[in-house]
C-alpha cells in the first residue's frame, strides 16, 4: 500500500519562503512521476509540478521560478522549495503519485497541508 | 495550456438520480482524461482515467465516456456517499491542468 505524509507547511510572511516535504511509503519516489497539486481555499486544484525519470521536470507556468520540485532518494522524499512567496500561494498543497499509462493520472494522494501567506 | 471547462459547476440533485458531468477541453487531448472525485476536507480520489476505465475499487454506478474534446463522467444512481465535488484532469501535455469542479449537492 501507498502511503504519502506531507508535512512543512504554516504561516509565513509575503516574500518568505517554505519548503514542503512528502514521505512516500509503498513506492519509490524515484521510480515514478510525483506531483505537487495546491487547492486555494474554497476552490478548485491546481496541478504545480513533476518530477520523473530521475530528474526531468515541468511546472505550472506562473510558478516556474520561484518553486523548485525535487526528491532525496535515499529519504524517499519528495520536497517543494517555495521561494517569494506571494498571498496568492495561500492553499493546501498535496503530493500525488502518477502513474504513467493513458497519460499519467494521480493514483495515490497524501492528506495536503497547508500553506498560509500572509501579513 | 489546454483548459478545461466543466458543467454545470453546482447541481442539486437527490438520492437514486442519475447525474451527469460535462467536461470540455479547449483543444483534442484523445483519450487523456482522467476524474476525481473530492469530500470536504478530503484529498482527490481517483475515479477514472483513460476516460472510460474505472479506477480499481470503483463502485460501477460511476462511468466515464468520450473523446477529444468533449466528455462526460456518469453516476447511474447517485448514492448519499456521491455528494462530493468532481474534477476532471487533461493528462495529454504539461502544463497539467484541471477543470473547475461540479459540486453535487442535495
Not at chain 1, 519548503?19 to 474554497?42: D, F, I, K
Not at chain 1, 513533476?50 to 518553486?67: D, E, N, P, Q, W
Amino acid at each position: 500500500e501507498v502511503h504519502l505524509v506531507e508535512s512543512g507547511g504554516g504561516l509565513i510572511q509575503p516574500g518568505g519562503s517554505l519548503r514542503l516535504s512528502c514521505a512516500a511509503s509503498g513506492s519509490s519516489v524515484s521510480e515514478t512521476y510525483m506531483n505537487w497539486v495546491r487547492q486555494a481555499p474554497g476552490k478548485g486544484l491546481e496541478w504545480v509540478a513533476i518530477i520523473y525519470g530521475g530528474g526531468t521536470t515541468h511546472y505550472a507556468g506562473s510558478l516556474k521560478g520561484r518553486f523548485t520540485i525535487y526528491t532525496d532518494n535515499s529519504k524517499n522524499t519528495l520536497y517543494l522549495q517555495m521561494n517569494s512567496l506571494r498571498v496568492e500561494d495561500t492553499a493546501i498543497y498535496y503530493c500525488a503519485r502518477g502513474r504513467p499509462g493513458i497519460g499519467v493520472d494521480f493514483d495515490y494522494w497524501g492528506q495536503g497541508t497547508l500553506v498560509t501567506v500572509s501579513s | 495550456d489546454i483548459q478545461l471547462t466543466q458543467s454545470p459547476s453546482f447541481l442539486s440533485a437527490s438520492v437514486g438520480d442519475r447525474v451527469t458531468v460535462t467536461c470540455r477541453a479547449s483543444q483534442d487531448i484523445s483519450s487523456h482524461l482522467a476524474w476525481y472525485q473530492q469530500k470536504p476536507g478530503k484529498a482527490p480520489k481517483l475515479l477514472i482515467y483513460g476516460a472510460s476505465t474505472l479506477q480499481s475499487g470503483v463502485p460501477s454506478r460511476f462511468s466515464g465516456s468520450g473523446s477529444g474534446t468533449e466528455f462526460t463522467l456518469t453516476i447511474s444512481s447517485l448514492q448519499p456517499e456521491d455528494f462530493a465535488t468532481y474534477h476532471c484532469q487533461q493528462l495529454k501535455s504539461y502544463p497539467l491542468t484541471f477543470g473547475g469542479g461540479t459540486k453535487v449537492e442535495i
